[in-house]
T-cell receptor
Framework: DTEVTQTPKHLVMGMTNKKSLKCEQH?????MYWYKQKAKKPPELMFV???????INESVPSRFSPECPNSSLLNLHLHALQPEDSALYLC?????????????FGEGSRLTVL | DAKTTQPTSMDCAEGRAANLPCNHS???????VYWYRQIHSQGPQYIIH???NNETNEMASLIITEDRKSSTLILPHATLRDTAVYYC??????????FGPGTRLSVLP
């Protein structure tokens, strides 16, 4: 199984809602990543988890709250978002953080904030 | 900083080889060159990576110049499904993958 699965594929939420994005991989990878991608822009790194611990937070606002319950799962909890947070949110995994090797990406969750 | 420069866009005729250049003049000795592509509305897909030797796999070939300051990704027989944004990334131990703007490749029938 070489897949990274993200759910939901599409999410529409209001600015007062609380929602979560989920990511799952069963490749035994110990590093997992959240990227944000605005239209016609490259992906931008948000968070890195290494061995289920938050390793990097790229100065992301606190309305985005990541969680790594176990080595296969990565969540991104969303609360009090702004319309400018509408984007494609991509999850990725790799064998280990900060080692050479490829990143495996999911198909993304497209978020629209009204 | 992405540390790479790529053309904004390129066209290629279907069935012909697509040659995508990337400049990475500040690459250091332990940095690898990675290529990813992103088909519209999908997640990025790994293509190939290399350190100093040329590499080939079932998707593409990677040619790295001897001074390692530039590289070329070659898709030998481009198809319409190869239309995508292609990202060239340099990365080494201790760094994160930073995506630059990439090259938008259009394969034309």
């Amino acid at each position: 199984d070489t897949e990274v699965t993200q759910t939901p594929k599409h999410l529409v939420m209001g600015m007062t809602n609380k929602k979560s994005l989920k990511c799952e991989q069963h490749m035994g990878h110990r590093a997992m990543y959240w990227y944000k991608q605005k239209a016609k822009k490259p992906p931008e790194l948000m968070f890195v988890y290494s061995y289920e611990k938050l390793s990097i937070n790229e100065s992301v606002p606190s309305r985005f709250s990541p969680e790594c319950p176990n080595s296969s799962l990565l969540n991104l909890h969303l609360h009090a978002l702004q319309p400018e947070d509408s984007a494609l949110y991509l999850c990725a995994s790799s064998q280990r953080h900060r080692e050479t090797g490829e990143l495996f990406f999911g198909e993304g969750s497209r978020l629209t904030v009204l | 900083d992405a540390k790479t420069t790529q053309p904004t866009s390129m066209d290629c005729a279907e069935g012909r080889a697509a040659n995508l250049p990337c400049n990475h003049s500040t690459i250091s000795g332990n940095e690898y060159v990675y290529w990813y592509r992103q088909i519209h509305s999908q997640g990025p897909q790994y293509i190939i990576h290399g350190l100093k030797n040329n590499e080939t796999n079932e998707m593409a070939s990677l040619i790295i110049t001897e001074d390692r300051k530039s590289s070329t990704l070659i898709l030998p027989h481009a198809t319409l499904r190869d239309t995508a944004v292609y990202y060239c990334i340099v990365n080494n131990y201790g760094q994160n993958f930073v995506f630059g703007p990439g090259t938008r490749l259009s394969v034309l029938p």
